[in-house]
């Protein structure tokens, strides 16, 4: 039977009856201080699935919530281990260009958050100096309740207090930031007096309280697009002032990208600039002569590692590069262990080497598994479904290049926001058509660029108005509508 963990997407072959706090041990640190007698409640999981019969006890907790000590597993199941308690990386560099200090408050604090479907990141900034104190992240926990979006609104659209459940996931996890940051800097919640959030569509509607149904469903439009300002106390989140929420473009545009936008090409520099976050959706922004146009093409969750048959997040123990030595195709694992699976960018690079080598070729056809250890393989499927992924992304940027009358090769600059952008091998997507085919040095990765946006809008209240500015500028393309996506799709498919 097999264990899911979550959110790293580790998957574990396990014997019946066994507990889950003993499946556990070596891919998930969990808290014990009882013993595991089912007295200290440390233990606490979120688990589904093939499970002892939940007990009195565990009957008073939430959903779902199980203790580790004491469950055993019957079957297949999934269990997510909360916050600090998974290793991952998670992007939490700063920011991409500087401005003046321009807001009322002097000697007090803020926080950029960055909400995303997986991640949450909080950056503690001075008000008066502008500069980012310390960074403190975490696991968005919602991923329990639906790995995507569409199924998170699923999930909300399925259970009577489903909208508060996630609304309350992610709020307390975001509490949980601004703890660690106050700890960690001596700081009161009472000091940090405004935060801004960025975060997409979805995201900025369930921590609204807003009902996302209409994103789950066609013409995909937001309940509100403007950008929206609350007390702290209206949303629960635990500091002493204003909360600002970036606005949305579109359905699968959203205050993530405004924020991306804002960081790395706020105004019009004369050059034909692309910006794309790589994620489950592919968000692009395009700007050539004064015009912003904005579009997001579904890639599937295959560069997050799922999909794929022994896919996982960029953790320790995923491949996450490839190369060739002395003719042979060797991997390489974060961490010291063996391979547990293979994360998105080490996914992108293998199918790119084996391209190299001809094991895959230009249609996408392998023979057979490319196994890189007894329990990690590439299958055939695999690649298709990153074919999928990659065609969609690189069929997008071309329909958005198509608008203008440009083609790649017009473009001057292409900036990678996002862990995955970040850890990408630049020379490996460009190989497999995932990006435009143009001078590698043009292509940089500017890490969390939503998150600092999030941070230039909380220092300078000039920043904080471009949002709404932004987004009334972009021209947000559908794809869905467009034949010349669909026509770009067929010819991205290939491998060259
Ligand atoms: S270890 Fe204490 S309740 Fe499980």
Sequence with gaps: ??????????????????????ALRGYAKIEMICGGKGICGKCKVLATGDLSPITEKEKAFE????????????????????????????????????????????KNYGIGFDIGSTTLAAYLTSLETGKVLSVSSGMNSQ??????????????????????????AVVGVLNELVDNLCKENNLSQTDIKKATFVGNTCMNHIILGVDPKSLGEAPYEPVFYNSVVKKSEEIGININGDLFFFPNIAG?????????????????????????????????????????????????????????????????????????????????????????????????DLVSTLVDEEIIDETGRMEEDFVISPKVSLTPKDVRNLQLAKASIGAAIKTLLSYVGLSEKDLDKIYLAGGFGNYLNKKSAVKIGLLPNIDLDKIIPIGN???????LALINSDEW???????SQAEHIELAHSSEYQENLLESMMFE
């Excluded at 199941?77 to 807001?103: C, E, H, M, W, Y």
């Excluded at 692309?274 to 050539?288: F, P, S």
């Excluded at 660029?449 to 941070?455: C, F, Q, Y």
């Design 143 to 168: 991923i329990f309740y639906g790995e995507d979006l569409i199924s998170r609104i699923d999930y909300i659209n399925t259970h009577p207090k489903g909208l508060k459940t996630l609304q309350k």
């Design 449 to 455: 660029a939503a998150g600092s946006g999030a941070v």
């Design 63 to 106: 959903e779902n919530c199980r203790l580790a000590c004491t469950t055993k597993i019957l079957g297949d199941a999934t269990v997510f281990v909360p916050d600090k308690k998974v290793s991952g990386q998670i992007l939490t560099q700063n920011l991409i260009r500087s401005v003046p200090v321009k807001n009322e408050f002097n």
């Design 1 to 22: 039977m097999t264990l899911t963990i979550k959110p790293n997407n580790i998957k574990i072959e396990v014997e019946k009856g066994i507990l889950l706090s003993e």
């Design 465 to 471: 108005e471009a949002t709404e500015k932004i987004r």
């Design 252 to 348: 699968f545009v959203g205050g993530d990208t405004v924020g991306v936008i804002l960081s790395a090409m706020k105004e019009d520099r004369g050059e034909t600039a692309l910006a794309v976050d790589i994620g489950t959706n592919g968000e692009m922004a395009l700007r050539h002569k004064g015009r912003l146009l904005v579009c997001s093409a579904a890639a599937g969750p295959a560069f997050e590692g799922g999909g794929i048959s022994c896919g996982m997040r960029g953790a320790i123990g995923a491949v996450d590069s490839a190369c060739v030595e002395k003719g042979e195709v060797k991997v390489h694992v974060i961490g010291t262990g063996e391979p547990l699976g293979i994360c998105g960018s080490g996914l992108v």
